[in-house]
């Protein structure tokens, strides 16, 4: 499956913005994929733990931003997204969130990547997170195998079910990973 990522440069931190540009990245999905939507109808709406949908639309999104970027991801089927652009870090605070939340296998990758390993793990992790609408916090799989290699194909926890997760490459200090349940879906960046 093909799905569209939205992108947009500048302060985006008044959540108004953010939803107005969310509603305008599905609505311009929506128009080029040849599906009706009411903004008056398809109303923005929030999962249990904050997952976002559109009511009465059957296209799922995502939502991430980090310093002035901004990314929505849209398409046919549940999918999640993170971005995050490498900035100073306390690094007491990335130790603890190392040794507190990341399997043995990620805490190798971290020291053997520094804080690129970091990023690259914690965008996976983010985007499974939205992807299943459970969160960060939740049960997660080992992001990295036992070769020391980030997985692509993950397991679901709890389920019998498996997901994608891939980096994309953006810029060398941007980092960003999307989750979706096709291992051939895609991603195409759109303005």
Known sequence: MEYKVFVYEGDTSKDDLSRRLAVDAVKAYCSAAGIAFDEARNLMREGEKGKPYMEGLDVEFNVSHSGLLWMCMVGPAPCGLDLQVNREINIKKYNKVIQRYFTPNEQDFCERYGIEGFFRIWTHREAFGKFTGRGFYDKMPDFVGDDGLLKIEVEIPGTDRV?????????????????TEGEDDHVVFTE
Request: some cysteine; charged content about 25%; aromatic content about 18%.
């Open 163 to 179: 997901a994608y997760v891939k980096d994309e490459p953006i810029a060398p200090d941007i980092f960003m990973a999307y989750c």
